[in-house]
C-alpha cells in the first residue's frame, strides 16, 4: 500500500536562546495541509514573511544552516528540520519570532519527544518519493568530503568522521531503519574543539552556546589560564576536563559526535523537499557539503520530473513570439539564428521551435551525402532558447546578451535531419541568481527525445550602452 502523508496532531511550543545570536526565541509547531512541506514563518516581522525549507534558499552554510526568502532569513534549522523528517513528518508550519531557531539541549531530543507526547495524522495525500536512478556523487577533496548517493529501495544514512583527534578518533553512525531515529539519533548533540571556540566568540558567534547544549572536545593539554579564562567566558564556577570532554561531560554514546553529525545531515538533506530512496554513504560531512549534496539531488529531482513533460507542438496555435518578435529578444541573425518560435514561455521553462530544412547552410558540408545537423548547433539552438527565457526575466532584454559559462551532461540521442521540426524546451534548474541562470534543456522531434544537457550561461549588459 501507499504510504499517506503525515502531519502534527496539534501545535507543539517551543522556547529557548538561539545558538549563534542569543535571542531568545519562541517557536511553534504547526500542523499544514498536504503538499504543503515545510515552511518557516517570522511572526516578528511585517507582513509574517514565509521561507520555504529548499536547498536552493540557502545562503549560509558557516556554522549550521541558514535560509532566506520574500526579504526573511533564519538560521540554526537543521536540528529541527532533523527531528520533522526522522519522525516522518511531511508537512509543518513552523512559526518563530526571532532570527535563528532555539538550540535547546544542541540535539533534536526535545522536538522529537515534543512529537511524540502529542502524536501524529495521517493525511488523505500519498507521500510523495523521488526514485534516484543513478548514483549522485560530491567530493570535496580539499577537505576530504565524500558523499555519495546509490539508488535503493529504501533511504539509509551511513556517516564517517576522521578530524585526525587522538580523542574523538575515527567514528562512524548508520540509521536504516527510521523508526530508531527518535532513540539512537535525536538525542545527540552538536560538538565542537575546544581551539574553534575563541574563534568562534571572536566571530561574533554562540553567543547562546553553553556547556549544556554542546560537547566541547579538547584534543591538548590546557594550561590553567586559559581554563580560568573558559570560565568566564562560560560563566562557569568551575570549567573540568575529563577524558577529552570539557567539564566532565556524560556522552549519551560513545560515538555521540558522528551521530549528530547524522543528525545534521538528515536536516540538511530535507531541503531536497521530497523523500527519495537511495542508500547514502558520507564520509567528513558538513552543513556545506551537505546542502551542495541535497541541490544536487534536488536537481536529478527536477530533471526526472522535467522529462515527464513532453511538449506538444500545435502549429495552429498562435505563438508567445515570431520570429520578427524573436529579433528584437535576441542580438542572433541568419544564418546563426536557431530558432523560429516560442510557443510556451513562464517564469522557469520556455518552449521554442526550429523547423530544419535542406536549405540550412551547414548541410553543405555536414555531409553532402547524408545532411546531419551537427550537434554543437543543436546545443546551440538550445542556448537560444534558454536566452529567451532569461532574457524575458530583464526589463529592457534588447540591450543584454547571453553567453555560456558551463555545458556538462550532454547526450545526443538520434539524428536530426532535413524535414524535422525541433520542440526546443529549457527548464531552470535553480533561481536565477547575480545574472547566471543554469538551465537543463531538451530537444524532441515528436514525442522522441533526440539531445538532453545542462547549461549554464550568464546575461551580461551590451558594452556600448550606458
Not at 124 to 153: C, T, W
Not at 154 to 166: A, F, H
Not at 330 to 358: A, S
Not at 360 to 366: A, I, K
Request: glycine share 6%.
Amino acid at each position: 500500500m501507499a504510504e499517506k502523508q503525515r502531519t502534527l496532531k496539534e501545535p507543539l511550543s517551543f522556547h529557548g536562546k538561539g545558538l549563534h545570536t542569543g535571542v531568545e526565541v519562541n517557536m511553534t509547531l504547526l500542523p499544514a495541509p498536504e503538499n504543503h512541506g515545510y515552511v518557516f514563518k517570522r511572526t516578528d516581522l511585517q507582513g509574517e514573511p514565509e521561507i520555504t525549507a529548499l536547498a536552493e534558499n540557502v545562503t549560509d552554510t558557516s556554522r549550521g544552516t541558514t535560509i532566506e526568502e520574500n526579504g526573511a532569513r533564519v538560521s540554526t534549522i537543521e536540528h529541527v528540520l532533523s527531528a520533522l523528517a526522522g519522525m516522518q513528518l511531511d508537512n509543518t508550519i513552523i512559526e518563530l519570532d526571532g532570527p535563528e531557531a532555539p538550540i535547546l539541549d544542541g540535539s533534536a531530543r526535545e522536538y522529537v519527544e515534543a512529537i511524540q507526547k502529542s502524536g501524529v495524522v495521517e493525511q488523505n495525500a500519498e507521500r510523495r518519493y523521488f526514485k534516484l536512478k543513478e548514483k549522485v556523487e560530491y567530493y570535496d577533496e580539499e577537505n576530504g568530503v565524500h558523499i555519495i548517493a546509490y539508488p535503493d529501495q529504501m533511504q539509509s544514512i551511513n556517516v564517517l568522521i576522521d578530524y585526525n583527534s587522538d580523542v574523538l578518533g575515527n567514528q562512524y553512525a548508520t540509521l536504516e531503519h527510521w523508526e530508531d531515529f527518535k532513540t539512537q539519533i535525536a538525542p545527540c548533540r552538536t560538538f565542537v574543539f575546544l581551539h574553534e571556540l575563541e574563534q568562534l566568540v571572536k566571530l561574533n558567534l554562540i553567543k547562546g552556546g553553553d556547556l549544556d547544549n554542546a560537547i566541547v572536545i579538547v584534543d591538548h593539554e590546557m594550561p590553567q589560564e586559559d581554563i580560568d579564562r573558559l570560565s568566564d567566558l562560560f560563566n562557569q564556577p568551575k570549567i573540568e576536563v575529563h577524558e577529552g570532554i570539557l567539564n566532565n561531560l556524560e556522552l549519551r554514546f560513545s560515538n555521540e559526535p558522528a551521530r549528530h553529525k547524522l543528525l545534521d545531515m538528515i536536516g540538511d538533506l530535507a531541503l531536497v523537499g521530497r523523500w527519495f530512496k537511495a542508500k547514502i554513504i558520507a564520509t567528513r560531512p558538513g552543513h556545506a557539503a551537505n546542502v551542495e549534496f541535497a541541490r544536487q539531488l534536488r536537481q536529478v529531482m527536477q530533471k526526472q520530473l522535467m522529462k515527464k513533460h513532453i511538449p506538444v507542438y500545435d502549429p495552429n496555435k498562435e505563438p508567445v513570439y515570431d520570429i520578427n518578435e524573436i529579433k528584437k529578444k535576441l542580438p542572433h541573425r541568419p544564418p546563426f539564428l536557431l530558432i523560429d518560435k516560442t510557443i510556451y514561455l513562464d517564469e522557469k521553462r520556455v518552449v521554442c521551435i526550429k523547423n530544419v530544412t535542406l536549405n540550412e547552410p551547414f548541410f553543405t558540408g555536414h555531409f553532402p551525402d547524408e545532411p546531419v545537423m551537427p550537434g554543437v548547433l543543436l546545443i546551440e539552438a538550445l542556448a537560444q532558447t534558454g536566452g529567451m527565457l532569461i532574457l524575458g526575466l530583464v526589463p529592457d532584454p534588447e540591450n543584454y546578451s547571453t553567453y555560456f559559462v558551463k555545458i556538462d551532461k550532454v547526450k545526443f540521442k538520434a539524428k536530426v535531419v532535413p524535414g524535422d521540426t525541433l520542440i526546443l524546451k529549457m527548464d531552470l534548474l535553480s533561481p536565477l541568481r547575480r545574472g547566471i541562470a543554469h538551465m537543463f534543456g531538451e530537444i524532441f522531434v515528436g514525442d522522441k527525445l533526440v539531445c538532453e544537457g545542462e547549461l549554464m550561461a550568464q546575461i551580461v549588459k551590451d558594452k556600448n550602452i550606458d
